[in-house]
């Protein structure tokens, strides 16, 4: 047996490869359409209940073992999508200078002090 997720991705992720991680197992995710849609409100109540416009907002889905999911514990489920970018396609020309890590390092520490204020106020750390 097996169970079909369906998902409301953002248009941005039409062609794209993801991928459905459930635990360590992956499961590609195909797009929807409009016989996929059709299809899954015979089979899936809550689907079926939703008006078409809504419906439309499923992009994806993806076809997953039952046994993929324990019935004892509670199991992680993430999508991807391929990272096609290396780092120096991030990086400003010339590649990592010296003002470029500063930059960096200053903008983790920033977020690092607005955390720990944060907690500071609300938890009495």
Request: aromatic share 6%.
């Amino acid at each position: 047996m097996v169970k079909t997720l369906h998902f409301q991705l953002s248009s941005g992720y039409s062609n794209e490869k993801l991928t459905l991680y459930v635990g360590m197992n992956q499961h590609p995710l195909q797009a929807h359409t409009e016989a996929t849609l059709q299809q899954a409100a015979l089979s899936n109540r809550a689907l079926a209940l939703l008006p078409a416009e809504s419906r439309k907002q499923f992009t994806h889905l993806a076809e997953v073992p039952n046994e993929h999911f324990p019935t004892d514990r509670l199991r992680r489920i993430r999508v991807t999508s391929p990272d096609d970018s290396s780092l120096d396609s991030l990086l400003p020309a010339g590649g990592l200078g010296g003002s470029t890590i500063a930059s960096l390092s200053d903008k983790v520490v920033r977020q690092f002090d607005e955390q720990n204020q944060f907690e500071q106020q609300h938890f009495n750390v």
